[in-house]
Nanobody, 125 residues
Framework: QARVQESGGGLVQPGGSLKLSCRAPGLTSDGYAMGWFRQRPGKEQREGIA???????????GDSVEGRFTISRSRYNAKNTVYLQMNSLKPEDTAMYYC???????????????WGQGTQVTVSS
């Protein structure tokens, strides 16, 4: 069973909103920070866009999403789910979105130990 699983992707119009979910049972309670990355079409590298510390007290955002995206964690269900609320979406936000777990927040995807399979987000009219 996958330790990290994303859901919630889809097609949305520019200016719209979407909320992604990431289930990571055991990881959040084991002291892992949870990050969201995305890989745009034609790009090889994954871009770090948000991360939430294990305690949930600190959130970090990439410049391209600052002020539009919000990362949070569920208050229930052993806090196993991390969310990414995406507002004011733009066509350039179109990408495969990945959730990942690391010992601490980092924009470097190589520092993350566990990855989900990704969920596609397409922003288009």
């Amino acid at each position: 069973q996958a330790r990290v699983q994303e859901s919630g992707g889809g097609l949305v119009q520019p200016g719209g909103s979407l909320k992604l979910s990431c289930r990571a049972p055991g990881l959040t309670s084991d002291g892992y920070a949870m990050g969201w990355f995305r890989q745009r079409p034609g790009k090889e590298q994954r871009e770090g866009i948000a991360c939430l510390s294990w305690s949930g007290e600190r959130a970090y955002y990439g410049d391209s999403v600052e002020g539009r995206f919000t990362i949070s964690r569920s208050r229930y269900n052993a806090k196993n789910t991390v969310y990414l609320q995406m507002n004011s979406l733009k066509p350039e936000d179109t990408a495969m979105y990945y959730c990942a777990a690391a010992g601490r927040c980092s924009a470097n995807p190589q520092r993350y130990n566990y990855w989900g399979q990704g969920t596609q987000v397409t922003v288009s009219s």
